[in-house]
């Protein structure tokens, strides 16, 4: 199983950016996909959830009303739409994949290797 994270990069506060996860292999319909984020010195962070089969998203507090996360079955890739972008979204974003229904980094056996996203003031 490999998770292709892409598209972050430069934006500024206020705009908008796009990152896609394109997984290989078989994603189950029981699969978990997700998005974590982490700065240097800080603990990962969750960032949302989409259970493959449902649709069903999960968001935390931070992001809720801002990003959206959606999956498109067909390409086997996962969107994460981040809007409203502040300068306190700037992390490295990672892509996740796991069973469970969960925010916690422990529960999601596979990640990606992380796309870098900087929010300018």
């Known amino acids: 199983v490999q998770l292709q994270a892409s598209g972050g990069g430069l934006v500024q506060a206020g705009g908008s950016l796009r990152l896609s996860c394109a997984a290989s292999?078989?994603?189950?319909?029981?699969?978990?996909l997700g998005w974590f984020r982490q700065t240097p010195g800080k603990e990962r962070e969750f960032v949302g959830a989409i259970r493959w089969s449902s649709d069903r998203t999960l968001y935390p507090d931070s992001v809720k009303g801002r990003f959206t996360i959606s999956r498109d079955k067909a390409k086997n890739t996962v969107y994460l739409q981040m809007n409203s972008l502040k300068p306190e979204d700037t992390a490295v974003y990672y892509c996740?994949?796991?069973?469970?229904?969960?925010?916690?980094?422990?529960?999601?056996?596979?990640w990606g290797q992380g796309t870098l996203v900087t929010v300018s003031s």
């Open positions: 996740v994949r796991g069973q469970q229904y969960s925010s916690r980094p422990e529960d999601y056996v596979y």
């Open positions: 292999g078989r994603i189950f319909s029981s699969s978990v």
